[in-house]
């Protein structure tokens, strides 16, 4: 698979720090999604091919829809501070500050290696070892690594990296798919895992509170066809996430933006922004400190509710206008 001659110099950097590690931390973005978790999974899985005790630490409890991921339980909200980690790996984080938390890992930024492995156009190049390649998703970037630094891919790895690549690319619809996705991904079925079962698995085994969620979340749609903007948003109180519903509103024709904010129980908004036409989303969520790509972006706010809504409203209204 083809890498820039920037990111396989960096690949090529990496074996010296892995043989310097014993004890490793792996760390992802907060609210970790498929592409995080399961590329996380997949890296411990390579560097214990060396030996190395790994930790996988995500501050943030895992999503209902991650739980069937080979080795799920490996994932920790905690981690012991007192551990002398020999090296610290971030995992599709577009900044340090991405990570929940971060703070708690600043003792070991100039003392041991930091490795920023990522796929987003707006990484900050944090790190001591930057790996940022433009490819649909770290899975997909893990299986250009593994395959340069001859790692094992194994049925659960390989699981574990497929249901990364066809998470992040939306089963392989969105645009950052190439030809260099399918590579990857039929890679990975030669290891023997089966396809259709992971689709099932990831996309067709919602519980009925799933389609609960989803019916409020329809029943609060707002559509601005003048804009080819739809928003809906999701109360306290609402039920889990076990239904992604922002791909299922970007479905609708005409909405070329699309917009779900979701209050959780702490009073937090989290808003997730979807494009299917000019990308302009992520300006918006880094206006309000969050962040993510041309065309999916994510961004985390105070309540009320109301509030939030109005500030992103405004200013993606503005955006859009303004194009």
Not at 82 to 97: G, H
Not at 126 to 149: K, N, P, Q, W
Not at 190 to 202: F, Q, V
Request: overall charge negative.
């Amino acid at each position: 698979m083809r890498l820039s001659d920037k990111t396989l110099k960096a690949v090529e950097a990496l074996p010296p720090v892995i043989a310097g590690t014993r004890r490793a931390l792996v760390t992802v973005h907060r609210d970790p999604d498929t592409d995080a978790v399961g590329s996380a999974l997949a890296w411990a899985s390579f560097l214990s091919q060396s030996g190395i005790d790994v930790t996988i630490w995500a501050a943030d409890p895992l999503e209902p829809y991650l739980k069937w991921l080979p080795g799920v339980d490996r994932v920790q909200t905690d981690f012991d501070e007192s551990v002398d980690y020999d090296s610290i790996w971030f995992l599709d984080c577009a900044s340090m500050e991405r990570v929940r938390h971060y703070e708690r890992l600043l003792p070991w930024v100039g003392k041991r290696p930091i490795i920023n492995i990522d796929h987003h156009a707006d990484n900050s190049l944090f790190g001591d070892h930057i790996l940022v390649e433009t490819i649909s998703s770290v899975g997909e970037f893990l299986v250009a690594i593994a395959e340069r630094l001859k790692f094992q891919i194994t049925p659960e790895v390989a699981t574990c990296l497929y249901a990364a690549i066809s998470f992040d690319t939306g089963r392989f619809l969105y645009s950052n798919t190439t030809a260099q996705t399918f590579e990857a991904a039929a890679a990975l079925v030669w290891t023997g895992i089966d396809p259709g079962d992971l689709g099932r698995r990831m996309f067709e085994s919602v519980p009925a509170s799933g389609f609960e969620v989803l019916n409020i979340a329809l029943s609060r749609l707002v559509i601005e066809p003048e804009r080819r903007l739809a928003y809906t948003s999701l109360p306290k109180g609402t039920g889990p996430d076990t239904i992604k519903v922002v791909d299922f509103v970007r479905q609708l024709e005409g909405a070329d933006v699309v917009v779900v904010f979701r209050e959780q129980d702490d009073g937090i908004i989290r808003v997730n922004l979807r494009s299917k036409g000019d990308g302009v989303v992520n300006t918006v969520a880094h206006h309000f400190g969050g962040g993510g790509h041309a065309k999916a972006a994510g961004i985390t706010l105070s309540g009320p509710l109301d509030t939030a809504m109005a500030a992103v409203l405004t200013r993606l209204r503005e955006t859009l206008d303004a194009r």
